[in-house]
Every structure is written in structure tokens, then in C-alpha cells.
């Protein structure tokens, strides 16, 4: 397969899993689905935008809360079947649980532990806005 026309493997829903990576760090900071669309629109506008499955919507990141993802770069894996976006995080929050990282829980021993703080309070991150 020529790099140049690799084509995309979306999933049987016709969404492709997306990691956000912090441009600078490589920190990863959370990963969820685009399907065409949300792709299409990511790179028109320079930001990070997701399918969500939960509400079959598209989703700007940092619509409702403020912390957009700016995209800088757009990869794609070996097997035509991930997207890697290395993005810049505004406001340093990527998780609705107001941590930088939704990957804030670490296997020590023989338990999940916490081990990042919450920078803001998620209800003060979306606070009714009406």
C-alpha cells in the first residue's frame, strides 16, 4: 500500500479511535472516537473534534468546558485503523474529571490508585451556562 492513498479503516460503526498526545510532552491524555465527519471537520478547523457515542453527536472539544484540544499534527497507525493527534491542551484539562490526563489511574501492587489531581472541580468546569 502507497502511503499517499493509504485509506482509513473505520470499524463497523464507522468510527476509528483517536489518542490526543500532548504536542510538546507526548503526555497522553485521553483517547476517543472520530468518525468521518469529525475527522473532516478536526483538520478544516485546526481543532480537535470526537464522535461521542453516548449522544451520536459530534463534539468539539472544549465546547461546554473551555480546555479546546489546537491540533497540531494528525498521524496514522501502521494498520490504517488509529489516529494519533498531537494537540495542544488549553487550560492544562483534558478529563471532565478536571485532571490533565483522563489516564490518572495507576495499577500499584494489587490495586487502581489515583495518582493525579484534580486541577478544577468538574462542577465548576460545567456549571450550567443557561
Known sequence: ???STMQIRWNAQGLIPAIAQDWQSGEVLMLAWMNEEALRLSLKEGRAIYWSRSRSALWRKG???GHVQKLHELRLDCDADTVLMKVEQVGDIACH???????YHRWAEDHW?????VLKNPAAIYQDKS
Open 97 to 103: 474529571t478536571g485532571r490533565r490526563s483522563c489516564f
Open 113 to 117: 490508585e489515583v495518582s493525579e489531581p
Open 63 to 65: 465546547e461546554e468546558s
Open 1 to 3: 500500500m502507497n502511503d
